[in-house]
């Protein structure tokens, strides 16, 4: 059974079958999706689900704001930057602006004082400025224009902050560490005293930040909130394991354990060292051919999986309700290093392999919008060009057939092409 599987059913027998007034806080939305799968599987009749959403939906939905998208965002601080600095230019501003938000995010995250940080900084540049490690006999460095912009930025930096803070503030906007400050700084009367939370579970979460600590810590102190641990021995008791130390560090430290999770803890799971396991290394030349081996052997594990049903459906005088055989594919994940290989991987799949879920990041380069767009401008950039007897240029739009046939050969041209046919 696995651990969503054990969550639900636990949380099922305490609370159901009417579960409107419990709310269920997972890592991910991928997780509460399977999460709401197995909770739904635990009964034949209709019921009240659970309030589960992600911890960041969570979060923006406790604190009454909406998260902003990353590139708004960046509009909204270079307008913060443009009132402190007129002269600022977009292409400079670009350039550190990402590191800049940040840093933003984790200082609130992590519920640092900007105040004191930021003070800290401009100290620091200052003495950087200072140069107190220069001899007094060497000529004194003159600071030009472009110096003189670097060290005011670190000292507009606490203003930055908070005007951004502002902007974002009147208009119910926040960044995602924001939205976590604002939460932990309001949690008593936004969540902890707010009827509508009865009861809150946090389930599977690892390394807590200081913003998180203090929401559920609250909560929890107000026997309004729960941990479930999704935890193995091969992590809490090998101190040498490096994934384990916000949770060895949790439990040595009692934080967020109540008798309920001292229990969980020592009922630990033991599947990575105390079950059987089949590992099978396969060596081939190139990335490519990672893609074509593991659509081999999915075809081949399933194909097995399928037979296996068959002869014990043979051996049997009634036929089984259920499929043991989609059952056991439906549990199959396969693990990418390289999100290149994502679209290869999918063609390297069964035609009979219609329902899969894809949880990993795949660029805008590295998709196949991209090759078929970027192919239609080679195709124009690459157009023939004549010169008339005049002297004038003329285009004639008469393409290679490298990029006609690649254009053709594509994927998404091939699919219309079948549709029609």
Same mark, same amino acid.
């Given at each position: 059974m696995t651990f969503l599987q054990q969550t639900a059913q636990r949380i099922f027998e305490q609370h159901g079958p009417s579960l409107s007034d419990v709310w269920v806080i997972l890592p991910t939305r991928r997780a509460v999706s399977v999460f709401l799968e197995e909770l739904a599987a635990l009964s034949d009749r209709p019921f009240l689900a659970p309030h589960a959403m992600a911890v960041d939906d969570f979060i923006t939905q406790g604190a009454g704001v909406q998260l902003i998208d990353s590139v708004s965002l960046l509009f909204e601080l270079y307008d913060v930057f443009k009132e402190i600095d007129p002269q600022v230019e977009f292409e400079q501003f670009i350039g550190w602006a990402s590191v800049l938000l940040a840093d933003f995010d984790r200082i609130d995250q992590y519920l640092v004082s900007p105040t004191e940080l930021f003070s800290y900084l401009t100290a620091a540049k200052a003495l950087e400025r200072w140069q107190v490690d220069q001899p007094s006999s060497a000529r004194p460095i003159v600071e030009t224009p472009g110096t003189s912009r670097y060290f005011k930025l670190f000292e507009n930096l606490h203003t930055a902050y908070n005007a951004l803070h502002k902007r974002l503030t009147e208009q119910r906007l926040a960044y995602r560490g924001m939205a976590y400050r604002l939460l932990a700084q309001n949690v008593e009367a936004l969540i902890r005293d707010n009827l509508a939370y009865e009861r809150v579970y946090f389930v599977g979460f690892n390394?807590?930040?200081?913003?998180?600590?203090?929401?559920?810590?609250?909560?929890v102190d107000a026997q309004k909130a729960e941990l479930i641990w999704d935890a193995d021995q091969y992590y809490i008791r090998d101190w040498g394991q490096e994934a384990g130390e916000f949770l060895r560090r949790y439990r040595d430290n009692g934080w967020f354990f109540s008798k309920q999770n001292q229990? /969980?803890?020592?009922?630990? =799971?033991?599947?990575? !060292?105390?079950?059987?396991?089949?590992?099978?290394?396969?060596?081939?030349?190139?990335?490519?051919?990672?893609?074509?081996?593991?659509?081999?052997?999915?075809?081949?594990?399933? %194909?097995?999986?399928?037979?296996?049903?068959?002869?014990?459906?043979?051996?049997?005088?009634? !036929?089984?309700? @259920? /499929? /043991?055989?989609?059952?056991?594919?439906?549990?199959?994940?396969?693990?990418?290093?390289?999100?290149?290989?994502?679209?290869?991987?999918?063609?390297?799949?069964?035609?009979?392999?219609?329902?899969?879920?894809?949880?990993?990041?795949? =660029?805008?380069?590295?998709?196949?919008? *991209? @090759?078929?767009?970027?192919?239609? *401008?080679?195709?124009?950039?690459?157009?023939?060009?004549?010169? @008339?007897? /005049? #002297?004038?240029?003329?285009?004639?739009? %008469?393409?290679?057939?490298?990029?006609?046939?690649?254009?053709?050969?594509?994927? *998404?041209?091939?699919?219309?092409?079948?549709?029609? #046919?």
């Open positions: 390394a807590l930040s200081r913003a998180e600590e203090h929401i559920i810590r609250v909560l229990e /969980d803890l020592a009922q630990l =799971s033991n599947n990575l !060292l105390g079950t059987e396991k089949n590992i099978r290394v396969v060596g081939v030349p190139n990335a490519s051919m990672q893609a074509k081996v593991a659509g081999k052997i999915y075809s081949d594990w399933q %194909k097995g999986q399928e037979s296996s049903v068959n002869s014990r459906q043979q051996g049997t005088d009634s !036929l089984p309700t @259920t /499929d /043991d055989s989609r059952l056991s594919t439906k549990k199959t994940a396969i693990v990418l290093a390289d999100e290149t290989l994502l679209i290869p991987v999918l063609y390297a799949l069964d035609e009979n392999v219609t329902d899969l879920n894809v949880t990993m990041g795949l =660029s805008l380069r590295s998709s196949l919008l *991209f @090759t078929l767009v970027d192919t239609l *401008f080679e195709m124009q950039r690459t157009v023939h060009e004549f010169r @008339t007897k /005049d #002297g004038r240029e003329l285009r004639i739009p %008469k393409y290679h057939h490298r990029h006609v046939v690649k254009v053709l050969n594509h994927p *998404f041209v091939k699919q219309y092409e079948r549709i029609r #046919g």
